[in-house]
């Protein structure tokens, strides 16, 4: 089975929503994409159309959050983590307040709209607020969980979702947790640690490698703030070589935080960075993306070539 | 019904002891912006000190006002009403700007008695309306007001809330602009003129009232005017001085963030009757 992860977030949202009062929504005219419109139909006293105002709308959840609402913000990733910022930064963040930060289209999955719409630095942006937590789900239950824990943990949290569809990983009743990351394949020779999207691609490519007589781990950091060290540090002593894999930029996304906790803890390991290579994107397929910028399945065995070669 | 010429004349006695504390604060600490706090007094402190239903006591109250100074430099200003509240010790002022003290430089939710940090100029009106969306989904009669800047609404954030505001007929939210037409590198002729404010608001669906914001008994028909309006947002332009209450400093940008010196430090506490 595979579900749009943004389906499933929108009717997640509604269902919890029908045993809490205190959760609102808001969207920036994007409610039929992001599908936080589910929720609207659902609960219209409860919805807030912002209409194209993103600095409004996040600084509108953060008065909501403070009379005990518990505002989900909706609209792209890139608007939301850009246009949204100052208040997120001065408001959410610096007030520790209780407000969810939606990003419906990460990475290049709003594919045909292009460069402008492609959302490749908002892990490293929204990683780098004190009091955050960064949450990307890499299928339908880790979204399912995602969405109720964003209800469950009081304090800003932001999640990046996908407009595309995701292969079911995890069943229905997996338990995730917060600051944990989750090893879905074992393997011996090397790790590659990804979120989202690029778990998948990391998965086919340990069965290519598989057949090439190398074993890979590949473990889903679904949690990206907080980071689970533990679990970074072990693979590290444990497979001797890492491979990050992100749909983002490979600056200061999920590669920078594994390669943080690597330094601080004296791991010293070939490491290399799959993702977006400092360059903007273009409209295309969204297939056709992920091959010319190197996040697909070739694009993790480069780097996993590239490791195996640095380990030996 | 009016406030009695007894209470007036304590506001406005008020006033003049807040000036005093503002301005030796922001001198002891050689940094902060006098000009703004000064033009706001009379505003924040009819709110806080007459208008408001706060207490320091109830702090959590969930059907208490809310304001939100979203031109969050006129901080001191707030700061000393909300020790006048009993939010704050008496000696508070004297942190003011330094290491490890409640009162930053702008205000921050972790101060007591402050709904919302502010600052970064243009979000606050928009943190007012959540707060009246909020309020009112709860079923409260609560109240929420945002104090803005006119240099402030040189931010497009505040034009997206004020078009939102009357969409969601937010009757529980008043905007005051301390409208004192100077902002810091000038008048705002000179950096963003605003033309006709009030036609603005109005034209978006604001219920706009005009008044001398130096004026406790103007400001207190402004706020009841306000109040009585139910069917969507009001906005007062509160006709102000930057400066106002010591004659070197009214009218002029040069006093917006500017350090006091001693000398003027003593000029300004004759002219306000206080020790310098």
Known sequence: ?312 | MPLSQERVAELNDLCRMFRIDVLKAVHSIQSGHPGGSLSVCEILTLLYQELMNISADKADDPNRDRLVLSKGHAAPMLYRNLIEKGFLPADSMSGLRRIDSLLQGHPSNHTPGVEMPSGPLGLGLSAAQGMAMGLRLNGSKARVYAILGDGETNEGVVWEAAMSAPKFGLSNLTAVVDYNKVQLDGTTDEIMPLGDLASKFSAFGWNVITCDGHDINALYDAFGSAKSYTVGPSVIIADTIKGKGVSFMEGKAAWHGKAIPDAELATAMKELGGEA
């Open chain 1, 1 to 312: 089975m595979s579900k749009a992860i943004r389906d499933v977030y929108g009717s997640v949202l509604a269902e919890l929503a029908e045993n809490n009062n205190d959760i609102v929504v808001l969207d920036a005219d994007l409610s039929g994409s992001t599908k936080s419109g589910i929720f609207g139909k659902a609960f219209p006293e409860r919805f807030f159309n912002m209409g194209i105002a993103e600095s409004n709308m996040v600084a509108t959840a953060a008065g909501l959050s403070t009379t005990g609402k518990i505002p989900f913000v909706n609209t792209f990733t890139v608007f939301l983590t850009t246009l949204g910022l100052i208040s997120t930064r001065a408001q959410i963040c610096y007030g520790n307040l209780n407000v969810k930060l939606a990003g419906a289209y990460c990475g290049m999955s709003d594919a045909f709209d292009g460069a402008t719409h492609h959302a490749t630095e908002d892990i490293a942006v929204m990683r780098s607020l004190p009091n955050m937590t960064v949450i990307v789900p890499s299928d339908a239950a880790s979204t399912r969980w995602a969405t109720k824990y964003a209800v469950e943990k009081v304090g800003p949290m932001y999640l990046r979702l996908s407009r595309d569809v995701y292969p079911d990983l995890y069943p229905e009743n997996t338990a995730f947790e917060c600051g944990k990351g989750a090893i879905v394949r074992e393997g011996k020779d090397l790790t590659v640690i990804a979120c989202g999207l690029l778990v998948h691609k990391a998965i086919e490519a340990a069965e290519v490698m598989e057949e090439k007589g190398v074993s890979v781990r590949v473990v889903d950091m679904y949690s990206i703030k907080p980071i689970d060290k533990e679990l970074i540090l072990r693979c590290a002593e444990e497979t001797g070589a890492i491979v990050t894999a992100e749909e983002h930029n490979i600056f200061g996304g999920l590669g920078g935080a594994v390669a943080e906790v690597l330094a601080y803890g004296g791991a010293g390991v070939p490491t290399e960075f799959v993702g977006i290579q400092d360059t903007f994107t273009e409209s295309a397929p969204y297939k056709d993306l992920l091959k010319k910028y190197g996040v697909d399945a070739n694009g993790v065995l480069a780097g996993i070539e590239k490791v195996l070669a640095r380990k030996k």
